[in-house]
T-cell receptor, first 111, second 116 residues
């Protein structure tokens, strides 16, 4: 059974810092991995999608990497801003055609 | 990205009544939609996979008679919580992919259900 773990569970940083969020999954047989952002009480916004054949994807200040063989992905946020404060979720589309989520990392960027 | 609309965004109902939540793909056809449940400060737990024109596939532990899912068209799936109880209070959220198989998932805004 696929399990997705995110570390750390919570993170507080001052504005301007670069930071890394980690995601690991137990079964490397995935189709893709997706990073999402969730604001309190809101739905999910897709940030980056990495196909299983890809190593990384970039969008603006965000860069996500994927090492399928080791079951790991990282989300790098450059020059963090208070508006980046949210919960970040990673999810893998596994061999059972289901999107399995990690528990999330709650990020607070302090002005 | 593709747009998924969920309605209502919040609902309060009395214990014993039923509540219907709609999930629509606005600018694409969604063969498959997924329904999730999220408790406070927890991650999303998959409840069921909804396929257009066929019966939904429920995850282990999810009561199919309590959580009725209908996917009558390529742009609409509904989740009905029947005979709701306070323990059903939660955040329900749907997602849809823009194609068949493991494509990028887009999510609705979610529905906050409170059963009193």
């Amino acid at each position: 059974k696929q399990e997705v773990t995110q570390i750390p569970a919570a993170l507080s940083v001052p504005e301007g810092e670069n930071l890394v969020l980690n995601c690991s999954f137990t079964d490397s047989a995935i189709y893709n991995l997706q990073w999402f952002r969730q604001d309190p009480g809101k739905g999910l916004t897709s940030l980056l999608l990495i196909q299983s054949s890809q190593r990384e994807q970039t969008s603006g200040r965000l860069n996500a990497s994927l090492d399928k063989s080791s079951g790991r992905s990282t989300l790098y946020i450059a020059a963090s801003q208070p508006g980046d404060s949210a919960t970040y979720l990673c999810a893998v589309f596994d061999s059972s055609y289901k999107l399995i989520f990690g528990s999330g990392t709650r990020l607070l960027v302090r002005p | 990205g593709a747009v998924v609309s969920q309605h209502p965004s919040w609902v309060i109902c009395k214990s014993g009544t039923s509540v219907k939540i709609e999930c629509r793909s606005l600018d694409f056809q969604a063969t498959t939609m997924f329904w999730y449940r999220q408790f406070p400060k927890q991650s999303l737990m998959l409840m069921a996979t909804s396929n257009e024109g066929s019966k939904a596939t429920y995850e282990q532990g999810v009561e199919k008679d309590k959580f009725l899912i209908n996917h009558a068209s390529l742009t609409l799936s509904t989740l009905t919580v029947t005979s709701a109880h306070p323990e059903d209070s939660s955040f329900y959220i749907c997602s849809a992919g823009s194609g068949t198989g493991p494509t990028e998932a887009f999510f609705g805004q979610g529905t906050r259900l409170t059963v009193v």
